[in-house]
């Protein structure tokens, strides 16, 4: 995704993939097995194949692709940015309150 920073998306969509999960272990370690686009195709597919012949989880999964066979998984829960101004404030005042009284004084800054 780094690469894409900054660059017209036109061309790009948002699909909906199915992750096939298949547990390794009783400890809940798991290995992707792979992305579908098919939910039902993705279940069979895992049937049997996990852990003691346990059957894969298939979990949906949003990607963004160019060509539908290829993406970037997108997390759905929406995120804002930090207040960042405010904790630059509060960042600068934490470091000049470890300044003794003659550094402040050097730097200028009282």
């Known amino acids: 995704m780094r690469g894409m920073t900054g660059k017209d998306l036109a061309g790009w969509r948002v699909e909906i993939w199915y992750e096939l999960c298949l547990a390794k272990d009783e400890r809940g370690g798991y290995d ?3 992305y579908f686009t098919d939910k039902d195709l993705a279940s069979a597919t895992g049937r049997g194949k996990a852990w003691y012949g346990g059957n894969g989880t298939v979990e949906e999964v949003l ?9 970037y998984i997108v ?6 940015l930090s207040e960042q101004e405010e904790l630059r404030k ?13 550094e402040r004084r050097l730097l200028g800054i009282e």
């Not at 990607?63 to 993406?71: A, C, I, Q």
């Not at 997390?75 to 804002?80: G, L, R």
């Not at 509060?90 to 003659?102: C, F, H, Q, Y």
């Open 90 to 102: 509060v960042a600068i005042a934490e470091a000049k309150r470890k300044l003794t009284a003659e």
């Open 75 to 80: 997390n759905a829960n929406p995120i804002a």
């Open 32 to 34: 992707v097995a792979g």
């Open 63 to 71: 990607v963004l692709t160019d060509d539908g066979k290829s993406g």
